[in-house]
């Protein structure tokens, strides 16, 4: 969980800097800054789709009567 805040902290900074650079560079609001770091903080603490932060498997327990032969 520690790398998940550290990381969304580090995306809030990057889509701060680039939303500012887009805002400079197309001559648009400066408001776009904030809301691109952050969606950008959101999707990456997020991640809907489970591709960067995945749960860990857990191993399916098997009982020991299933292992034995009946015959």
Known sequence: MKKR??????WFYAGWFVGAFVAFA?????ALAPI??????G????DPA?????????ARQVPTGALQNPA
Request: overall charge positive.
């Open 50 to 58: 489970r591709i960067i932060w995945s749960r860990p498997r857990v």
């Open 43 to 46: 999707f990456m603490a997020g």
């Open 26 to 30: 197309l001559a648009l609001s400066p």
């Open 36 to 41: 691109m770091a952050v969606a950008a903080a």
């Open 5 to 10: 805040i550290a990381a969304a902290i580090l």
